[in-house]
């Protein structure tokens, strides 16, 4: 792709020409490979919501996340993306009920089964998204080791993020992902993607 071709790829973006159609295609490949991965790995039917924005380091930094849940964050190495996961421990009980068959509610509980089970969701869901990626952007992408954190922290998180990769006031794409089973949302996942990843979309047009 020339400079030229970009500039006027950035433009059409910049201007909503493209945006849709770029994000309507995302979201679908990222839910895809979400649901059919967890479901798969769960043995119990999963889907997903998934809403992807191309948005400014500013509006990224108005984004407010729920206190109350478990959360980790994932960096990545060779890619400028971060990751974060998201679920609330009174759901916990409910999804290894669901996976285990067990009658829902009766033993609310916190375990280490609900605890692991939380721990392999975000792990599916971190690959699913990955494996996706690294298809559309054509290299191996790697992340660094899953950390607990509290909602305190995300800002600081993004701040720091925004400031290794922004240049210029750049867009980012930034999408949320809610799993849901039954009706029920378990999980929410959160990926922000530094300006590569703008580019990079012009091929799935």
Do not use: W
């Not at 020339?2 to 493209?18: A, N, P």
């Not at 990224?60 to 998201?86: A, C, Q």
């Not at 605890?115 to 998204?129: K, T």
Request: glycine fraction near 6%; charge should be negative; hydrophobic fraction near 45%.
């Amino acid at each position: 792709m020339t400079d030229q071709e970009l500039v006027d790829f950035q433009s059409k973006v910049y201007k909503g020409v493209l945006e849709d159609k770029i994000l309507v295609k995302f979201s679908n490949l990222i839910s895809d490979s979400i649901s059919r991965a967890v479901t798969d790995t769960m043995r119990a039917s999963f889907y997903t919501n998934t809403e992807a924005l191309i948005i400014s380091p500013q509006d990224l930094k108005k984004v407010e996340f729920e206190d109350g849940s478990l959360m980790t964050f994932i960096p990545g190495l060779n890619y400028p993306f971060l990751s974060l996961f998201l679920i609330k421990p009174q759901k916990l009980s409910i999804l290894g009920d669901i996976i285990n068959n067990r009658e829902i509610g009766k033993d609310q509980n916190l375990g280490e089964m609900e605890r692991s089970i939380a721990l392999e969701i975000n792990n599916v869901i971190q690959g699913s998204v990955v494996n996706a990626i690294s298809d559309i952007v054509d290299q191996s992408i790697f992340v660094g080791a899953p950390k607990g954190i509290s909602v305190f922290e995300i800002k600081d998180i993004i701040n720091r993020f925004i400031s290794e990769h922004d240049k210029n006031n750049q867009k980012m794409v930034f999408t949320k992902i809610d799993l849901l089973s039954g009706g029920v949302e378990f999980a929410k996942a959160v990926f922000v993607f530094g300006q590569p990843m703008v580019y990079s979309l012009m091929k799935m047009i």
